[in-house]
């Protein structure tokens, strides 16, 4: 059974930075994970994902230049470095991944992710 625990989620002022942090127990590590995003009335969207050896990463353009994903296979954790945060990017975020992914790019859409951590709470202010 695949358990994904996030943390390091919190309140920083515009232009912060935040490391967001997902443990991940289970049979992952041969997995695409992903960190996805949900604004209040807004849906949940992918933010970043990346292949089980890390050659393929994906960034939603709104993200991109300022966000890093990146995975511990050995410690099975994975990570988002969040630098020059917006208070466009407050939203709850969630590690995930899926048991059916069998080659190439990763999914980036949420619906094809069927494991969920409980989410963590990021809060940027202007």
């Known amino acids: 059974q695949v358990q994904l625990v996030e943390s390091g989620g919190g309140s920083v002022q515009a232009g912060g930075s935040l490391r967001l942090s997902c443990a991940a127990s289970g049979y992952t590590s041969s997995s695409c994970m992903g960190w996805f995003r949900q604004a209040p009335g807004k849906e949940r969207e992918g933010v970043a994902t990346?292949?089980?050896?890390?050659?393929?990463?994906y960034y939603a353009n709104s993200v991109k230049g300022r966000f890093t994903i990146s995975r511990d296979n050995a410690k099975k954790m994975v990570y988002l470095q969040m630098n020059s945060l917006k208070p466009e990017d407050t939203a709850m975020y969630y590690c995930?991944?899926?048991?059916?992914?069998?080659?190439?790019?990763?999914?980036?859409?949420?619906?094809?992710?069927?494991?969920w951590g409980q989410g963590t709470q990021v809060t940027v202010s202007s």
């Open positions: 990346i292949s089980p050896g890390g050659s393929r990463i």
């Open positions: 995930a991944t899926t048991s059916t992914w069998y080659g190439g790019s990763c999914h980036t859409a949420p619906y094809e992710y069927n494991y």
